[in-house]
């Protein structure tokens, strides 16, 4: 059982990397949904819709 409180110490180089995608992919999704939702960007997001 302890085996599965402990993360696996070996990551094959496949799985790390695909692993560091998905963090920058959230990360940077996150980064833009903060900034779009920035009210000094609120005004510019809508003026440009027209």
Do not use: G
């Not at 059982?1 to 070996?10: A, E, K, N, R, V």
């Not at 903060?34 to 005004?43: G, Q």
């Amino acid at each position: 059982m302890s085996s599965q409180s402990t993360l696996s110490p070996q990551l094959t180089p496949e799985q790390a990397i695909d692993r560091m995608k998905v963090y920058l992919i959230e990360r940077q999704a996150a980064e833009r949904v903060v900034t779009l939702l920035s009210p000094e960007n609120v005004p510019p997001i809508l003026s440009n819709l027209d």
